[in-house]
C-alpha cells in the first residue's frame, strides 16, 4: 500500500508526539531534585529517641535512658547542639548533602561526663556518613551497623 504524502505528514507527526510523551514521562520519572535539607534539618531540634551500636539495637533499661535524659540534637544553619545525659553537651558544625545524602558532624567541642549510652551515641555522631528519612523521623548513618533515630515530633516540655 502507498501512502499519500498527507498520510506520511500525519504519522511523523503522530510518532513525533509520542516521542516527546515519551521524554517527557521519562523526565519526570527520572528527575530527582534531592531533599531540601534545610527544610529537613535548620531550625529543628531532634529527640534522639534509638540507637543501633556494632549491629545490636539499645534496648531494655539503657533504651529508657533516652527518655529520661535530654538526648538531643538541635541543627541550626551549619551548627548544631546536642545534648546526651548527666549534662554531657556536644556541639560543632554539621554539613549534608540532599542529593547523595551525605551528611558531616564536626565535633567542635565535648563537655561533660560520659555513661555508656552517651559514649556510643557519641561514636556514632563523630563518624556519620549518610542520613535517610524526612523533617519527621531521621535515621544518622555511621554505616548499617551502627546509626541514630532522631524524632521531630516529641514534646520537649
Known sequence: RHETLNERLRNRDSLHLVVES???VGSIVCEDEGDDVSEIFVDKKFKITGCVYNGVNVNGEEAKKFYSNPYYIDFRSGTFVAELANGRKLSGG???DGDSRGM?????????EDD???????EI???IRNYSGDANVIKLYRDGNNFLILNANFDFN
Open 116 to 122: 555508656v549510652l552517651s559514649r556510643k551515641v557519641y
Open 125 to 127: 555522631m563523630k563518624n
Open 94 to 96: 554539621w554539613t549534608a
Open 22 to 24: 515519551l521524554e517527557t
Open 104 to 112: 558531616r558532624f564536626d565535633i567542635r567541642q565535648s563537655e561533660g
